[in-house]
């Protein structure tokens, strides 16, 4: 099955700075990859999502990049502020099989430090 | 981008005891999942629930623990039974969005603690 790595555990950055989490999977053919933003006591809210015939989209202030060969891909958050604290999860899932349940990374807390 | 309404919210209950978790969605949805997330921790799914048959259950999940039902396209329920401490975690449901669509929407999670 999938299984999917997210670095670092932790990150804490200056307010207006950029942020970076990073996820590996291992299925290759593994074709949609969501972020997710878990504010505490909440529910994870999808923030921004990629297919694997795209290597690149963007929200704002909000980017993910895709790496097919590699089988990575990032979260960049740039001009970061106080409430874009929270945990963050990345996730993959296989092509429509029948079972198309997410396998989730293992989070990221952000901090970021007004 | 459905939305999904989830009860309880939280509950406290006695070890022995079983806990049914309701999840409902605004819309029809061909795929429900039941996901867990212990405390600091990452989700993990616990089963697809499948609409007219038998839940499809992850590796350490068993029906006689968790039972799922699945009567329809917008409903679905997690029952955890026997419920011990180790129990204790929140439980979300999710939806997907559609037969080609995979974004995955997460109902507000029921908090349980088991005593």
């Known amino acids: 099955g999938e299984n999917v790595e997210q670095h670092p555990s932790t990150l804490s950055v200056q307010e207006g700075d950029s942020a970076v989490i990073k996820c590996t999977y291992s299925?290759?053919?593994?074709?949609?990859f969501p972020w997710y933003k878990q504010e505490l006591g909440k529910r994870p809210q999808l923030i921004i999502d990629?297919?694997?015939?795209?290597g690149e989209k963007k929200d704002q202030r909000i980017a993910v990049t895709l790496n097919k060969t590699a089988k990575h891909f990032s979260l960049h958050i740039t001009e970061t502020q106080p409430e874009d604290s929270a945990v963050y999860f990345c996730a993959a899932t296989p092509p429509d099989t029948g079972r198309r349940a997410l396998t989730f990374g293992s989070g990221t807390r952000l901090q970021v430090q007004p | 981008s459905a939305v999904i309404s989830q009860k309880p919210s939280r509950d406290i209950c006695q070890r022995g005891t079983s806990l049914t978790i309701q999840c409902q969605v605004d819309?029809?949805?061909?795929?429900m999942f039941w996901y867990r997330q212990q405390p600091g921790q990452s989700l993990t799914l616990i089963a697809t629930?499948?609409?007219?048959?038998?839940?499809?259950?992850e590796s350490g999940f068993v029906i006689d623990k968790f039972p799922i039902s699945r009567p329809n396209l917008t409903f679905s329920t997690l029952t955890v039974s026997n419920m011990s401490p180790e129990d204790s975690s929140i439980y979300l449901c999710?939806?997907?969005?559609?037969?080609?669509?995979?974004?995955?929407?997460f109902g507000q999670g029921t908090r349980l603690t088991v005593v």
């Open positions: 629930a499948n609409q007219g048959s038998e839940a499809t259950y």
């Open positions: 299925d290759s053919a593994s074709n949609y």
């Open positions: 819309s029809q949805v061909t795929m």
């Open positions: 999710s939806a997907g969005a559609g037969n080609r669509d995979t974004e995955a929407f």
């Open positions: 990629i297919r694997s015939n795209v």
